[in-house]
DNA sequence: CCTTAACTTCACAAGTTTGTGAAAGTACCG
DNA sequence: CGGTACTTTCACAAACTTGTGAAGTTAAGG
């Protein structure tokens, strides 16, 4: 660990072993089903100390096209992951990530649940609710309706150790 | 519902419809992440009455060939989704879904949960844990590990909860 | 209003993934 | 041990994905 070799307490921002990190995590988005160049911005955001970059911050940082940025935003501010604005006085916009608020995104996913469950019902339909596989269905679909109450007050919880932890939001 | 217009009770396995849910549950899983064709077997295993098909019963119900089918299938058995038994008496191979075996297989991913760990404390070392960024990456990491514990316990309730709607295993 | 900075859209080329047929490998059974 | 019934591996073609440059659009500022 520290392989920067700087001493502890210094917040100096070694480019390459940034760069090394947003790669890493971006990679692990990718295997988790995102996107390539979404988890690079992503990760890219993520690592800023501002919290917010511009597009042009980000093309040059992750070395691509303004094309493949203007993409790569579309697609995370659709899934909440980051905030557009405008910066005032000039036309240069800026994409934020809200510390917290990404994770929740992720765990916020009511709406893909209930997708799930209503094809699982579907399937408990067609297959007949006596049948055996129409009882295994029914038992996924009841696992997800678990998990589905489970998850809100997961985060309720998380939400009251996470100011234990860091204070006020 | 019930669109099939079979009355209620009669089990009458519809071939065609039973088709549509496995497209259905499949797509989501791609959805989810999860490549095609393993998608399209788990989704077929899920919805077959005894739980276990051999490699031509997939292959002929979602029209592939053995190769398909043995790649799919390896994926599955790595994540630990379905099993592989040899039936006795025959050198055919049957893939089982053991029902409740493949929810416990997604969400008990502590080595990928771990993995995510690793990968954030390294980011918090190399931005400096007193940087913004080096503070917003210990969030990020804080809420994992707290997720892995509250994983563990909301899997220990299912257990019961599950016992409560189904009875024993 | 015109200029211009910035973002977005689009057609396409490069790269990657996916499923196939054919050949090779395994292991039951006589 | 040889035959055969399966399964797996492999090289490849088809289909899909991804990022690019260039043209198109928007709106800030003169």
Redesign the pocket.
């Known amino acids: 660990m520290n392989a920067g070799m700087t001493e502890p307490g210094e917040a100096v921002r070694d480019p390459e072993s940034v760069s090394k990190f947003v790669e890493s995590f971006a990679a692990q988005l990718v295997e988790a089903g995102m996107?390539?160049?979404p988890a690079r911005v992503f990760a890219a955001l993520l690592s800023s100390d501002s919290g917010a970059l511009?597009?042009?911050e980000l093309g040059e940082q992750l070395q691509?096209?303004?094309?493949?940025v203007?993409?790569a935003?579309?697609y995370l501010a659709q899934q909440h992951m980051v905030s557009r604005e405008r910066e005032p006085?000039?036309?240069?916009?800026r994409y934020r990530v809200h510390s917290n608020q990404w994770y929740e995104a992720v765990t916020n996913r009511d709406a893909v649940l209930r997708r799930w469950e209503h094809t699982l019902r579907e399937g408990v339909d067609s297959l007949g609710a006596r049948t055996p596989a129409g009882r295994r269905l029914a038992e996924t679909l009841a696992f997800f309706e678990f998990l589905e109450a489970e998850l809100a007050a997961m985060m309720e919880r998380w939400r009251v150790h996470r100011e234990e932890l860091f204070g006020e939001l």
């Open positions: 996107q390539r160049m511009t597009s042009a691509v096209s303004p094309a493949a203007s993409g935003v579309r006085g000039s036309r240069r916009e």
